[in-house]
C-alpha cells in the first residue's frame, strides 16, 4: 500500500488544525495548504466535499534524504490529505514514505524512510486518541 490513515469526526477545519499541530509535534511543517475543493469550485465550477493536501516537510530528515539522493526532491514533501467522506466522517490519510521510498535504491534512503514513517504513524495515533 502507498498509504495508511485513521478515520474520525468532528468538524473539518479543526480536525486540519489538530493535524497541523501532531505534525509539529514530529518535527514536520506544512509547506503546502492545497484547499482541492475551493479550487475545483473556483476553476470548474464543482461543489465537493472538503479535501485538503498538506505537504508536510521534516528538514533535517529531508536533508539526509538530499545528500543521500540529490534527485529525492521528486518524492518530496510527504502528503498528507484530510477529506470528509460521505458520512461525514473525516479521513487523514498519509503517503506511506517505506512505500514511496523503495522507488530510490540504497538502504540509507529505506532507513530514512522507515524513520519517516514511524514518526507519520504517530501523527495518526495521536488523532485517533
Known amino acids: 500500500m502507498y498509504q495508511f490513515g485513521i ?22 511543517g506544512v509547506l503546502v495548504d492545497l484547499d482541492i475543493a475551493a479550487t475545483l469550485k473556483e476553476k470548474l465550477d464543482l461543489d465537493k466535499r472538503p479535501y485538503r ?5 521534516n528538514p533535517p530528515l529531508a536533508n ?14 510527504c502528503n498528507v490529505i484530510v477529506r470528509e467522506q460521505e458520512d461525514g466522517s473525516i479521513r487523514v490519510a498519509f503517503m506511506d514514505p517505506a512505500a514511496v521510498m523503495s522507488l530510490v535504491e540504497g538502504n540509507e534512503v529505506a532507513d530514512l524512510a522507515q ?3 514511524t514518526r ?3 501523527v495518526a495515533d495521536a488523532l485517533s486518541a
Open 120 to 122: 507519520l504513524q504517530r
Open 115 to 117: 524513520e519517516v514513517r
Open 64 to 77: 539526509k534524504a538530499l545528500e543521500a539522493e540529490p534527485d529525492i526532491g521528486l518524492l518530496l514533501p
Open 53 to 57: 493536501i498538506l505537504g508536510a516537510c
Open 7 to 28: 478515520q474520525t469526526k468532528g468538524d473539518f477545519a479543526s480536525v486540519v488544525d489538530k493535524t497541523v499541530a501532531a505534525l509539529k509535534e514530529e518535527g514536520f
